[in-house]
């Protein structure tokens, strides 16, 4: 790149030599986006995978002050994430055929399409493991267990009935003997003579599940139907691109299966709904870059006429993106793809600079010259930048990933397009263009003539005010977290249709329980377990689950002991004389304890290992005391183990929270509750941190406008904030974070417009560059407004309207002794 070369070949450079210092800062800047490209070559292009997270909860804050909550969250998160649950069912049963042959058929079609589906699914290898067929070791291993534990066991009914009336059990197993369909051996009755284990067994089978083994299979009836389950555990992530892979495949088998045994299969796991995320957030990043780069090329080709511009537009904006790529990279190790989606956005800002320096170029004819045009506009598009920085660097204190890598990303973006016109435009683009009127001078005459009226100078911006103070009458905050994610309507119905069958629910509602080692801990269960009892028998939960309704404390495996013992002694030969046995039953066996950790050892837990949390940060130097202290709901033991029980179908009317708050081992968790609560605080903390960037902008302007001017300054941006929100209740969507976040980007890109009025007395150019400025950012932002995610689609229609506004109004900041 030398002075006697540019990309515009129009004219010969009538400009005076490049000066040195321009050189050298053309020549550093390069130095710094070579460097750039290359570290993006060597994180998105050596790597396997690129470096695109796609989780969702990614974007939201730890919690920071209670390590344990996030311990759990991310122990539920792991265990449930990489499930994947499918539930097979006849289309339809025969309408000819009898009950009896019609179910057998629709079984034996259904036990079919399970052998093959389950072998497809084991052949993908995208799978760690996958259940269907429960094999004969595995019952084999379930049954020896509790077989060998069966004198330490009783339900809560068996103990009742041992302690009050333990005659009873000996007309229980009476009845059960002379019962043609009990099914009752000599073999059961000589190991287990008062069947309680029998009785157990079906009490933790009715408990746990609603399927019974059937062909090897877990089967249930559901409306008329046969039902069988599978499950299936992930090799990777389900946000990953290898996991999700696998989506597309999953859908083409059960498409065969459906035509080839009349089957169906419904399937749920994060898997999908991560998958239908990714997809979306794809499709809308191509469609929001394509389309607005499209803009831009259309309306730099009609108002320029020449591709010199377009070349130089072009490369502010990749400039900008790929340096704002390759450094939130750096700095976060991933690039959210929700960062991305609003990335692509960012074309439709970063060209700002571009535009006002191009249509100076296009005005000046051929009296160009590129470093006093450059000099010419440094002042005012400094200002514009840092005004924009304010904003979006306010947003780094925030303890929020989401917000910081979008911040940052917005911020570097715009800081590199504006360093690349300052620092390559003025080599560039030396040489003058085209000598010809500016485009739509009659039509910016007229416009800006209407200011001089003062009817319509104070008439418009107290119309707009007004009409959206009505409209803001009407506003509803929502903080909900699934507004960040878009909840396809297929996935949800197969989701509860799954739930309906199996009985089992997501539960985002639990407690925590805290305790000084295992005993401890299933002796706190047991004892909660009256209250969570006494809940479900009001209504107030539906149901819960937690570690103490598979395995017993020591204290409770004594007790049962000792009533079973006194149940032999004192009822075996009751029972020997109602069954005419030669000897009375004798429990010769002696107590055998088992412990919590023997049980989570054994693969019959598996289903329930999540729910126990071992020491944190045992054997890590965290640099905290292992003895500090809890308060409120704010825990920080390392040195204590911790379970977890999950309530379903919790009412309202109970407040979990002031409950765990009045036990000194309890914590109430409930992620959504708590993300969501954020929002709304955050919403509270985005308008307090937009108040101190106005006046930090007001205060900046101050220094070179002074007041009065620093305030026409402000006012077209503040009601276009206004207008923004208005507009997203006209349109029935209620306000959360992200249309806060949009006031922000109102107010830096507002601020720009009014800037270059204020500053330069060229009024018919510079309304062309905003306008073209708003053009861009209007496309860009629009199609945010097409999202199918509440959040993004809000946020677009609030940024639509604002930038609208900002430029209706911007020309309030002309000053009219200058205008021309």
């Not at 998160?77 to 009950?99: G, I, R, Y």
């Not at 075996?572 to 002696?590: H, I, M, R």
Request: aromatic share 8%.
């Amino acid at each position: 790149m030398t002075n006697r070369h540019s990309l515009n070949s129009e004219h010969t450079a009538t400009n005076s030599p490049i000066p040195k210092q321009q050189i050298r800062l053309a020549s550093v800047w390069a130095l710094l986006v070579f460097l750039c490209i290359g570290l993006l070559i060597k994180q998105w292009g050596i790597s396997s995978s690129a470096p695109i997270e796609t989780n969702i909860l990614k974007l939201l804050p730890t919690d920071e002050q209670n390590p344990l909550a996030e311990q759990a969250y991310s122990k539920i998160a792991d265990n449930m994430s990489n499930q994947v649950v499918f539930v097979l069912s006849n289309q339809a049963l025969p309408n000819k055929q009898s009950d009896k042959t019609g179910q057998s058929t629709n079984k034996d079609a259904l036990f079919s399409a399970a052998e093959q589906f389950e072998h497809q699914l084991r052949q993908s290898n995208a799978f760690k493991s996958v259940t269907a067929k429960v094999d004969a070791s595995t019952q084999q291993q379930w049954a020896e267990y509790y077989y060998q534990h069966r004198f330490n066991q009783l339900t809560d009914e068996q103990k009742s009935r041992l302690e009050n009336h333990p005659e009873q059990q000996v007309q229980s197993v009476v009845q059960a003997i002379y019962n043609p369909f009990s099914g009752v051996t000599g073999q059961e009755l000589s190991s287990d003579p008062f069947l309680l284990f029998r009785e157990y067994l079906q009490h933790v089978s009715a408990s746990s599940s609603r399927f019974a083994l059937e062909n090897n299979y877990l089967v249930t009836d559901y409306k008329g139907s046969p039902q069988l389950l599978m499950t299936a555990e992930l090799n990777d992530s389900p946000y990953s691109d290898q996991a999700q892979q696998i989506v597309p495949q999953l859908k083409q088998w059960q498409q065969e299966l459906q035509q080839q045994y009349q089957v169906n299969i419904n399937h749920t796991g994060v898997l999908f709904y991560a998958d239908f995320g990714t997809r979306s957030a794809k499709s809308e990043i191509s469609t929001i870059g394509v389309f607005s780069l499209l803009g831009v090329v259309l309306l730099i080709t009609v108002v320029f006429r020449s591709t010199a511009p377009l070349l130089l537009a072009l490369l502010s904006i990749s400039v900008g993106l790929l340096v704002a790529l390759a450094i939130t990279t750096l700095i976060f190790g991933q690039i959210h793809l929700f960062s991305l989606v609003f990335g692509a956005s960012l074309i439709g800002v970063s060209i700002d600079y571009a535009f006002h320096y191009l249509t100076d170029r296009l005005a000046a004819g051929r009296n160009w010259n590129s470093i006093q045009a450059l000099k010419h506009l440094f002042m005012v598009i400094t200002f514009g930048l840092l005004t924009s920085l304010i904003g979006y660097l306010g947003l780094l204190i925030a303890p929020f990933p989401g917000l910081q890598q979008l911040a940052l990303f917005s911020a570097i973006g715009l800081t590199a397009a504006y360093a690349t016109v300052i620092a390559w435009y003025p080599i560039l683009a030396r040489s003058p263009s085209n000598e010809r009127p500016l485009p739509g001078r009659q039509l910016w005459s007229k416009w800006l003539g209407l200011w001089d009226k003062p009817s319509f100078r104070v008439g418009l911006p107290i119309t707009i005010v007004v009409i959206s103070g009505l409209a803001m009458t009407h506003v509803e905050y929502n903080d909900d977290i699934h507004q960040l994610q878009a909840m396809p309507a297929d996935l949800k119905q197969q989701e509860e249709e799954i739930a309906h069958v199996t009985g089992i629910q997501s539960s985002q509602q639990m407690l925590l329980l805290s305790a000084d080692n295992d005993e401890r801990l299933l002796i706190e269960l047991e004892t909660l377990d009256s209250t969570l009892s006494s809940w479900q028998e009001q209504g107030l939960i539906s149901s819960y689950q937690g570690l103490n309704q598979y395995v017993s404390s020591q204290q409770k495996q004594r007790e049962n002991f000792t009533l079973i013992q006194s149940l032999y002694r004192d009822q075996g030969q009751a029972l020997a004389s109602n069954l005419q046995l030669e000897n009375a039953p004798v429990l010769s066996q002696s107590f055998k304890p088992y412990s919590l950790s023997e049980y989570l050892e054994h693969p019959v837990s598996t289903p329930t290992r999540f729910l126990y949390l071992d020491k944190i940060g045992q054997g890590q130097d965290d640099g905290r005391s292992h003895q500090q202290v809890r308060t409120n709901q704010h825990v920080h033991i390392d040195q204590q183990v911790h379970s977890l029980v999950l309530l379903k179908g919790v009412s309202e009317s109970l407040d979990l929270a002031l409950f765990a708050s009045n036990h000194e081992q309890l914590i109430y968790l409930n992620k959504v509750e708590q993300i969501s609560t954020l929002f709304a605080s955050y919403r509270v903390k985005i308008m307090e941190l937009l108040g101190i960037a106005i006046l930090l902008i007001t205060s900046l302007l101050s220094l070179r406008y002074g007041a009065k001017q620093s305030i026409k300054i402000l006012i077209p941006s503040l009601i276009a904030c206004v207008a923004g929100l208005a507009v997203t209740v006209m349109f029935g969507s209620t306000l959360n974070l992200f249309n806060l976040l949009a006031l922000i980007l109102i107010i830096g890109i507002g601020i720009d417009y009014t800037l270059f009025f204020s500053e330069h007395n060229q009024s018919h150019s510079t309304l062309l560059a905003i306008t073209l400025s708003a053009l861009t950012t209007l496309l860009s932002f629009g199609l945010l407004a097409l999202s199918n995610t509440h959040a993004i689609h809000s946020f677009g229609i609030t940024v639509l309207a604002g930038i609208f506004v900002a430029w209706l109004l911007a020309p309030i900041a002309i000053k009219l002794e200058n205008k021309i």
